[in-house]
C-alpha cells in the first residue's frame, strides 16, 4: 500500500520512515501541486467552511469533546448533508 502526501513538514522524515517501517511505501506530490491532492484539499476546505463555523468560534479544550462534535459533523456529512454528486 502507497500513503501519498503533501511536502509538509509534518510528513518529512520522522513519518517517512515510520511509514516504511509499517511497510507502507510512502511517494510524495510534486511541489506547489496541491490540485494533485484534491479530494483533501476539498475536505480541508469543507472542514473549515462547515465544520468550525458549526462550532461557533467556540474554543474547545476539551479533547472528548471535540471528537464528539467531530463525530456528530461526520454523521451529518457522510449520511445527511447533501452532496453534489449522484444528483445531490
Known sequence: MTIQT???AEFQSGF????LYK???HSY???ASPHLNGKVERSQRID???FYRMLD???IDDTGVFNDKLREWED???YHRPH?????
Not at 16 to 19: G, L
Not at 84 to 88: E, M, P, V, Y
Request: net charge negative; no cysteine; glycine share 14%.
Open 6 to 8: 503533501d511536502n509538509g
Open 16 to 19: 517517512h520512515w515510520h511509514a
Open 23 to 25: 511497510r507502507f511505501t
Open 29 to 31: 506530490i510534486k511541489p
Open 48 to 50: 473549515a467552511e462547515e
Open 57 to 59: 468560534g467556540a474554543v
Open 76 to 78: 451529518y456529512y457522510n
Open 84 to 88: 453534489g454528486a449522484l444528483s445531490g
